[in-house]
């Protein structure tokens, strides 16, 4: 009698179009800025690291969820 090899699979439901996805980059005066971008939550950073820190957990470190700003961002209160 062989052994019986019980596994178990798991899906990961695709990431629903509200899903929140951020964009890191520095704002006029050179500050690390982390924007949601449907303006929910943001913050200001001492780093790029830092601010890429935080919107990978924000985002539940999807793929294609934190994306590089080349151009100046700011954060609007």
Known sequence: MSPTLHVATH???????????????????????????????????????????YAEHETGHRPDAVHLSGERIALRL
Not at 18 to 36: C, K, N, S, Y
Not at 39 to 52: I, K, N, P
């Open 11 to 53: 899906h990961a439901a695709a990431p629903s179009p509200e899903a929140a996805r951020f964009i890191v980059g520095q704002d006029p005066e050179g500050h690390w800025v982390a924007l949601e971008i449907h303006g929910r939550a943001g913050g200001l950073f001492r780093s790029r690291e830092d601010a890429v820190d």
